[in-house]
């Protein structure tokens, strides 16, 4: 399995993509990060990242889009702007029909480290571990984007297969009651 992490940004959006062959054996694909100027105007700004996130998605033909959920108690502005980024993934996303997966930080931190108050170090070294990186990746956005990516395949699979049991279950449940 492929998943493509998304860091929305607009100024930064961090993107990794990382493979799956087996829980314990995960190689990296990719990373990078878009960059917007803050010179564009809004509408602008999310073109560029629609071109440069769809050229992502075409080279990588990820199976899943590993999407951090926007949260934010003290600044709006930069909530707004992220939760903007994050739409356009979204979007992508939605007329691909890939499946999207919308992870918190504190999931993230936590699936990488053991800990949901992981500070962004402890997550990049993590990252660089998890990967076998001979470095950890720059600027943090990219390394962010890796550790969703992460974070879902170890998350994610496991949050679908619970899932899966409990339909079936219910379809067994039924068949009995019958």
Same mark, same amino acid.
């Given at each position: 399995?492929?998943?493509?992490?998304?860091? %929305?940004?607009? $100024? #930064?959006?961090?993107?990794? +993509? /990382?493979?799956?062959?087996?829980?314990?054996?995960?190689?990296?694909?990719?990373?990078?990060? !878009?960059?917007?100027?803050?010179?564009?105007?809004?509408?602008? #700004?999310?073109?560029?990242?629609?071109?440069?996130?769809?050229?992502?998605?075409?080279?990588?033909?990820?199976?899943? !889009?590993?999407?951090? #959920?926007?949260?934010?108690?003290?600044?709006? =502005? $930069? *909530?707004?702007? $992220? *939760?903007? *980024?994050?739409?356009?993934?979204?979007?992508?996303?939605?007329? #691909?029909? !890939? %499946?999207?997966?919308?992870?918190?930080?504190?999931?993230?931190?936590?699936?990488?480290?053991?800990?949901?108050?992981?500070?962004?170090?402890?997550?990049?070294?993590?990252?660089?571990? +998890?990967? =076998?990186?001979?470095?950890?990746?720059? %600027? /943090?956005?990219?390394?962010?984007?890796? @550790?969703? @990516?992460?974070?879902?395949?170890?998350?994610?699979?496991?949050?679908?297969? +619970?899932?899966? *049991?409990? =339909?079936n279950e219910k379809a067994r449940l039924k068949v009995l009651s019958r």
């Amino acid at each position: 399995m492929k998943v493509l992490g998304v860091d %929305p940004g607009l $100024t #930064r959006c961090g993107l990794g +993509i /990382v493979k799956s062959r087996s829980y314990q054996n995960l190689e990296m694909l990719g990373v990078g990060v !878009i960059r917007t100027s803050t010179d564009l105007e809004l509408h602008y #700004r999310l073109l560029e990242l629609e071109r440069e996130l769809t050229v992502w998605i075409d080279e990588f033909q990820p199976d899943v !889009i590993a999407v951090e #959920r926007v949260f934010s108690q003290l600044n709006v =502005k $930069t *909530a707004m702007s $992220t *939760a903007q *980024a994050a739409g356009v993934a979204l979007l992508l996303a939605a007329r #691909r029909g !890939i %499946p999207v997966a919308m992870h918190t930080p504190t999931e993230v931190k936590a699936a990488v480290t053991g800990s949901g108050r992981a500070d962004k170090k402890q997550v990049a070294t993590m990252v660089q571990s +998890i990967l =076998k990186l001979e470095s950890i990746p720059k %600027p /943090v956005d990219s390394t962010d984007a890796l @550790a969703l @990516a992460i974070c879902h395949l170890w998350r994610g699979n496991g949050d679908a297969r +619970i899932a899966e *049991a409990l =339909k079936n279950e219910k379809a067994r449940l039924k068949v009995l009651s019958r």
